[in-house]
């Protein structure tokens, strides 16, 4: 059973920064890939990011490009989503989630496994 679980959000004000965690127990595996979806109260679900964790390959939600940057650390299990100039519109509960693919999606039910998710919080 693969488990993830987030970390790292938080309250930030606009223009800042955070960076979120997505720690994969019992580990990542090299045919997995990894998304960041993030929802909104009154608003569904939709993808931001994900990464093929075979060669890094990767993808973003335009409305993030530039902004955002998905990596992983096979190391430790862990990918990253580094959110700079946040907006307050980038306010919402933010979850990862897994499935084994040689391809990424921004759909959401095409992920297997997810996180309990975490809010960030975009506000002055």
């Known amino acids: 059973q693969v488990q993830l679980v987030e970390s790292g959000g938080g309250l930030v004000q606009p223009g800042g920064s955070l960076r979120l965690s997505c720690a994969v127990s019992?580990?990542?595996?090299?045919?997995?890939?990894i998304g960041w979806f993030r929802q909104a109260p009154g608003k569904e679900r939709e993808g931001v990011s994900w990464?093929?964790?075979?060669?890094?390959?990767?993808d973003y939600v335009d409305s993030v490009k530039g902004r955002f940057t998905i990596s992983r650390d096979n190391g430790k299990n862990i990918v990253y989503l580094q959110m700079n100039s946040l907006k307050p519109e980038d306010t919402a509960v933010y979850y990862c989630?897994?499935?084994?693919?040689?391809?990424?999606?921004?759909?959401?039910?095409?992920?297997?496994?997810w996180g309990q998710g975490i809010q960030v919080t975009v506000s002055s």
């Open positions: 990464i093929r964790i075979r060669n890094g390959d990767s």
């Open positions: 989630a897994t499935r084994r693919s040689a391809v990424g999606s921004m759909i959401p039910s095409w992920y297997e496994y």
């Open positions: 019992p580990f990542i595996l090299d045919y997995y890939v």
